[in-house]
């Protein structure tokens, strides 16, 4: 990997790090989309179908990003603990097709995994490094963005939070 590739991700860990111990706004309105699916070609996922019927967690994520790969096991296991609960979808960002798939590939992964060629879905939901997971509770409102890796605690946590009535 040259030299600037790997500053600009050391970087944009760094910052995700510190942005994750920062307490975010108030909940916000998640942005609805439609995007094809990675995980099943020629389908699209139109996320406005799932918003304010339950829960949603969105992980943003890249083949070539070392952290992601250490938490994909974790997603694939609390997604399957939390299926018919909770929605998962994958958001890849700057990656191949080919990548994107060979990661899916190797992680198991189940649920939904749309891509995100030119950002627009990780601008619409303040995503500035990877990997950052979106919680969006039943209302359809953001109520956590957090940036770098989850632990298997902290993810069962949020996720959690996101299935109690009282939910924000």
């Not at 700057?94 to 891509?115: E, H, I, K, M």
Request: glycine share 8%; with cysteine; aromatic share 10%.
């Amino acid at each position: 990997m040259p030299f600037w590739t790997r500053l600009s991700v050391a970087g944009l860990v760094g910052l995700s790090l510190a942005l994750a111990a920062t307490p975010g706004p108030a909940a916000w309105p998640a942005p609805a989309f439609r995007a094809e699916r990675i995980d099943a070609p020629g389908r699209v996922l139109d996320l406005s179908e799932h918003l304010g019927r339950l829960p949603i967690v969105l992980n943003f994520w890249a083949s070539w990003c070392a952290p992601c790969r250490v938490e994909a096991p974790l997603l694939r296991n609390e997604e399957a603990r939390q299926r018919g609960r909770v929605l998962f979808v994958g958001v890849n960002l700057q990656d191949t097709p080919g990548g994107a798939r060979a990661f899916l590939q190797t992680y198991f992964w189940s649920f939904p995994n749309v891509r995100d060629a030119h950002g627009k879905l990780a601008r619409a939901y303040r995503v500035v490094g990877l990997p950052t997971t979106v919680f969006i509770n039943a209302a359809g409102q953001v109520v956590r963005v957090h940036a770098g890796p989850l632990t298997a605690e902290r993810l069962e946590a949020f996720v959690s939070a996101l299935t109690q009535p009282s939910a924000p």
